[in-house]
């Protein structure tokens, strides 16, 4: 009868399924208040080396006396064995704020899930399923019963890990990848679900200045997909004026990455952009002379010159010719170049001048370069009556070319300069270029 009564006493114990996780649930949660003993050892000492005496009477001590507490006494619970009821009290004592903590970090995301936000949750998790696997044993439940709670336990990881996966990615690079994938959609209605979905990504950031730089994204891309009109939406939807007029640039980029290059054009006009506009033609006009495709590089270089005479920029020619030069230039147009060049401006003709030589020359026209910093120096010499003056925007412009790398054609441009002080100056700035260049 004894023998009986012992193996009855010791049976649920063995037989409990839940039971067979309890030493690797001891060892798992020994194991994980060792490390947080030595991680918390490290912020406690850098919280007292920046804070110094005053941290003393501050209540972080509170906190940091608590964390200590926390991880020694659950180290202790996870060798010493007690019994059930001790066991329950003591671990509701000790994790009640946890709890009260975890649900504050978990109700109070700031744009995303902050990884060290799983560290209660983490400790939270294993205390509970300690005491799972001892209360299965204490109230005799059922195998039954056991395998049900161990398939909730599962569903609720999986569902809890699902959640956080969601929540720990960033909303700012999800809403890039997105609206990314949104642009090579195969048709308009697909492109659309996409948007939503960034937008929603988007929408995660509680901070609405920050949410501006995503969204701008998006607006650039639906731009680039063709739709236009809920770029314009995605654009309003900026809070600060800074802000919306940076995406109101994208979406022209976005329309002439697109190919729309009339859309682009209204857009700019509408949107105050034209400076935008002229510089993404300009970008694709370069790249598609070094893919070779000269064509159409010529085809964007005409388009943006008729564009550049629009009436709607005519306060933009230092930009706009300016851009239509440096295409010009690069495609071996060199009289167009330097015709374009003067449209800019007197005031500024002579800087356009220098830049057409500098794109020459990188394109392999040499010949074309020279002939365009002389044009340069005339243009100086027309613009500048009185020497002073003539000196001055010399050595400037020689200064410009130089930090171009153009170190002999700043000579040739400082050359034209009378006085022999500033031209020694300027000479003498060339030469220590020169010999760090090499």
Same mark, same amino acid.
């Given at each position: ?181 949104? =642009? $090579? #959609? ?7 679900? /996409?948007?939503?979905?960034? !937008?929603?990504? %988007? ?123 440096? =295409? $010009? #230039? ?7 170049? /330097?015709?374009?060049?003067? !449209?800019?401006? %007197? ?92």
């Amino acid at each position: 009868m004894k023998d009986s009564s012992l193996n009855t006493g010791i049976a649920p114990a063995t037989s409990s399924i839940l039971a067979q996780f309890t030493i690797p649930l001891r060892i798992l949660l020994a194991v994980a208040c060792v490390c947080g003993l030595i991680g918390w050892a490290y912020v406690t000492l850098f919280v007292f080396a920046w804070g110094g005496r005053t941290t003393l009477y501050s209540p972080v001590v509170l906190i940091l006396l608590f964390g200590d507490f926390y991880l020694l006494l659950s180290f202790y619970r996870s060798l010493k064995i007690s019994s059930f009821k001790s066991f329950t009290i003591t671990g509701a004592i000790l994790n009640l704020p946890v709890v009260v903590y975890a649900v504050y970090l978990f109700s109070h995301i700031e744009d995303k899930l902050q990884l060290p936000a799983l560290v209660p949750l983490f400790f939270l998790i294993v205390w509970l399923l300690l005491w799972l696997t001892r209360w299965s044993s204490e109230r005799n439940i059922s195998n039954a019963k056991q395998v049900l709670t161990i398939t909730v336990i599962c569903v609720c990881v999986v569902g809890g890990a699902f959640w956080i996966g969601a929540h720990a990615k960033d909303p700012s690079t999800e809403a890039h990848k997105l609206s990314e994938l949104a =642009v $090579q #959609a195969g048709n308009a209605d697909e492109a659309r679900q /996409l948007f939503a979905r960034a !937008k929603d990504q %988007a929408s995660r950031i509680k901070n609405p200045y920050i949410r501006e730089e995503p969204l701008q994204v998006i607006a650039y891309n639906q731009a680039k997909a063709g739709l236009v009109t809920d770029a314009e939406v995605t654009a309003n939807e900026c809070v600060s004026d800074s802000a919306r007029k940076m995406a109101f640039n994208a979406i022209v980029r976005g329309q002439v990455d697109h190919g729309d290059w009339n859309g682009a054009v209204v857009s700019a006009k509408a949107h105050d952009a034209g400076s935008v506009l002229f510089m993404a033609l300009k970008e694709h006009c370069f790249a598609n002379a070094e893919a070779g495709n000269i064509d159409k590089a010529k085809e964007i270089m005409r388009f943006a010159e008729q564009a550049a005479s629009d009436p709607a920029f005519k306060d933009l020619r230092r930009w706009s010719f300016g851009y239509v030069a440096l =295409v $010009q #230039a690069k495609l071996g147009l060199h009289d167009e170049a /330097l015709s374009s060049a003067k !449209k800019t401006g %007197a005031e500024y003709a002579p800087e356009h001048f220098a830049l057409v030589a500098l794109t020459e020359k990188q394109a392999g026209y040499f010949e074309n370069s020279g002939a365009s910093i002389h044009e340069a120096i005339d243009a100086v010499k027309a613009l500048r009556s009185d020497t002073a003056s003539r000196d001055h925007t010399f050595y400037e412009l020689a200064g410009q070319i130089a930090e171009w790398g153009m170190l002999d054609e700043a000579v040739l441009v400082g050359e034209s300069i009378q006085s022999a002080n500033t031209k020694d100056i300027l000479f003498r700035s060339i030469e220590y270029k020169r010999g760090h260049s090499r």
